[in-house]
C-alpha cells in the first residue's frame, strides 16, 4: 500500500465499489473486445449491484468501462447517451448469480462482425475488482497487478514457449501469479499471469507471435 | 525504508531523521515507488487541484445528487455564511462546513473526486485542508505535503484496523479521515509529531463505534453530512492537541481499538443498508422513493 492508495484514486463518485470498481469491470469486456466496433450489450447485474446500480451510477460506470473510458473519466455521467450515438444497443438484467460476490456483474459484449465476449466479475471493494470468468473459462485475477492473459490452444510445450521468452529475452519480467485454465481438453486455454511492473515494450507483439497462441490481453493496475 | 506498522514508528523516525514526517514520508514513498521525488509530489499536487476542483463544482446552487436524495447543501451553507457573518460557528468553520458539504454533494452527482480515504469520506481532507489554503493563507507546497502526512497516518490505520465502511462502519472511513486531517493541520500549525498523533488519536476515539448505515445504500443520507461532523472533529483534535492536550490513550492503541470495534459490529451496521437510519421508516420510504419496491 503507498500513499496514493490512501489520498486517491481520484475518481468519479459516488462509490468506490459501485462506480469506480465498476468502470474497471467493463474496461476488461473492453481488453477483451481488443477495439472491435461494438454493437450491443447485455449485462446481469447480481446482488447489491442488481438493487442499487441506478442511484450508484454503476449501468453507466460499466458502460463506460466497456467503450474505454477510466475511472475518473468526466464522460462516466453521460456513458449511456455516449453509448446510444456510438450506436450500441444495451441492456441491464437485475437477476440473482448463486454463490458470488455481493457486487457482481456479468457482461456480454457483441461486436459489429459478431464477435462475442463474456466476462464475469466482482466489485470487492475500494475499487479493487477480481474478475472470475472470460468467455467461459475460469480466471482468477484482482486487476491490482498488471496481468497479462493468454488466450491460447491446448497444446504440449506452450507454457514452456511463453515463459521460456519472457525469461530469456525479457529478464526483468517476474511472474506473482500463474494460472492455466482448460474447459476442454485439446480445445481453448487461458494462461493468467500477474507480473510485477510494466511488460517491457515489445514484449507482448512478441508472445503473439507464438505459435498456437490466439490472443494476448494486458490488463493493467491502476 | 519505513513500514508503516505504527504511527510510533513514524514519530521515532522523524525524530531520528529531524524531519517532518510529511517529508519523510515524500522521501520513502519515493523509495518504494522507484519514482522521483518530485513526481511523487506532483501526483500529490494533481490530487489537491482535483479537491479545490471539486469544491467548486459542489457549491453550484443547482447541484443535485444522481438519485435526487439529496443536493444543495454545499450551496446553502456557503450563501448562510455570507448572510449571517459565519453563523454560530464563524466565518472560517461555516466556510470549511461548506466545503465538506460541497465536496461529498460532488461526489453524490457523480462528480470527480479524491477518495481520502473512500468515497464516502471524500468531504474531510478538502474541507480540513482547502480551508487552510484559501482562508488563512498557507502556501499550496505546505498544504500538499501535509497530504503525505495525513496519507502515512491512513496507511497504519488500513493495515492495523480497516478503512472501509462494509469491514468497520463508518468510524473506519470518516474516523480515519478525520484523524488523518487532524495529523495534517497540526503538522501545518507548527505542532510536534507528536502532536500530530495525539490529534488523530481525539478524531479516532470521538468517533469509536460510528457505524455505516446508508439510506438505500447510497453514498448520501447520511454521509454527506457526517463529513461535516468529520471536519469538526479534526479542527478540535487538532486544535486540542495543539494547546499541549494529549491522548491519554496511545495512537496506536486508538486504532487497534477502532479495529476491534469495527469487528464486533453486526453486519447491519457496516454498509448493508439493514440498520440505522437506513432500516427507520422514513429511511425505508426513500428508498422506496428511488428504488421502487
Known sequence: ?222 | MLTYKSIEELIKCSIKQNKKISQMVLEDQALQMEKSIDEIYDEMEKSFDVMCEAVVQGQAKNQRSTSGLTGGEGFKMKHYSEQTNGGLSGIFMTKAMSRALAVSGCNASMGKIVATPTAGSCGIMPGCLVSLYEDKSIDKRSIVMSLFTGAAFGIVIADRACIAGAQGGCQAECGSAAGMAAAALVELYGGTPQQCADACAIAIGNQLGLVCDPVAGLVEIPCIKRNVSGVMIAFSSADMALAGIQSEIPVDECIDSMGEVGRALPASLKETALGGLASTPTGLKLKEQVFGN
Open chain 1, 1 to 222: 500500500m503507498n500513499v496514493f492508495d490512501i489520498i486517491g484514486p481520484i475518481m468519479i463518485g459516488p462509490s468506490s465499489s459501485h462506480t469506480a470498481g465498476a468502470v474497471r469491470l467493463g474496461r476488461v469486456a473492453n481488453k477483451v473486445m481488443n477495439n472491435a466496433p461494438i454493437a450491443s450489450v447485455k449485462i446481469e447485474l447480481s446482488g447489491s449491484f442488481a438493487h442499487t446500480y441506478k442511484g450508484h451510477g454503476t449501468d453507466r460506470a460499466l458502460l463506460a468501462g466497456i467503450m474505454g473510458y477510466r475511472s475518473y473519466s468526466e464522460e462516466i455521467r453521460d456513458a449511456l447517451t455516449i453509448a446510444t450515438n456510438r450506436g450500441i444497443a444495451y441492456e441491464f438484467i437485475p437477476t440473482d448469480i448463486p454463490g458470488t460476490h455481493p457486487n457482481t456483474a456479468r457482461i456480454h459484449v457483441t461486436g459489429v462482425n459478431g464477435e462475442e465476449c463474456t466476462v464475469e466479475g466482482s466489485s470487492i471493494g475500494g475499487g479493487n475488482i477480481r474478475v472470475d470468468w472470460i468467455n467461459g473459462m475460469k480466471v482468477d485475477f484482482t486487476g491490482e497487478h498488471n496481468t497479462i492473459l493468454v488466450l491460447h490452444y491446448d497444446k504440449p510445450g506452450l507454457i514452456a514457449a511463453v515463459t521460456n521468452l519472457m525469461a530469456t529475452k525479457y529478464k526483468d519480467v517476474n511472474i506473482g501469479n500463474f494460472r492455466l485454465t482448460r474447459p476442454v481438453k485439446g480445445g481453448e486455454a487461458m494462461m493468467t499471469m500477474e507480473i510485477d511492473g510494466l511488460p517491457p515494450l515489445g514484449m507482448i507483439d512478441e508472445m503473439r507471435n507464438i505459435n498456437n497462441v490466439i490472443n494476448i490481453l494486458l490488463i493493467r493496475a491502476t
